[in-house]
């Protein structure tokens, strides 16, 4: 018996001491504290949040890729190396921006997520019209999303919001997240033009379901392998409201 409670003494103590522990700060630019930012080790999972003198602790190992996820700060992924098991790491957020300037579109989609999403942003600020409010918060209906000239289309499904910006920028991030994680040849494989595939992932994300992911501010492989099997099954689809 007090062979057995050593060993699990021992077992206890040598997993406690392989646990190794990355500590930090984190600041905006202005160099202020910065509490409540979400830490997520992606190898792991783990999760944790920085008090309110902006410090963490996370436990980890070399190479670990740590992300950083606050609102309205850009996320940012930081990689573990050896020496910073020894020092503490300091790690700086820059405040995201979300000022959209009213200009009317006159051009076509470019295929960049951002950049399109603000031009659809400033056509709501300028021609906004019961028949958009009413796409925008209703199902819809294939005929109101059957493409014209120069527009942007609604995807099939339940549709994203364009009433905040904080919300769209989510939106944005996620969507940037699938186009980085699946590669640009990925969409164009499926027969899809550079300038249709910020569209598609629009389409194929409304009938996700995300909220984990808007959430904690990132996807998980399940969200991922979801978006291939709607994206597979969506392509035809898509091609039919050009």
Known sequence: ???????????????????????????????IELSGVLILNTRTDEK???????????????????????QKFDRITYSVKPEDFKNSIKITLIKSVVEIEEVEIKTKLTGNLREDARRVESVRKVKLN????????????????????GEFVQPVGQGFSVGKVSNQADQIDLAEDFLEILGEDYFTDLGLKKSEISSF??????????????????????????????????????????
């Open 1 to 31: 018996m007090k062979k057995t409670l050593l060993l699990f003494l021992f077992i206890i103590a040598h997993s406690f001491h392989a646990q190794e522990y990355i500590f930090g700060k984190i600041t905006s630019e202005q160099n």
């Open 48 to 70: 944790t949040y920085s008090d309110s003198d902006g410090n963490f602790m996370i436990s980890a190992k070399n190479n670990d890729a740590l992300r950083f996820v606050k």
């Open 130 to 149: 019961k028949e958009i409010s009413k796409y925008i918060a209703e199902k819809s209906d294939p005929e109101i999303i059957k493409p014209r000239g």
């Open 201 to 242: 992932i629009f389409h194929v994300m409304s009938g996700l379901d995300l909220k984990n992911a808007y959430k904690y501010g990132y996807l998980k492989g399940s969200d991922i392998a979801q978006f291939r099997k709607q994206a597979e099954t969506k392509i035809n689809d898509f091609r039919k409201l050009k």
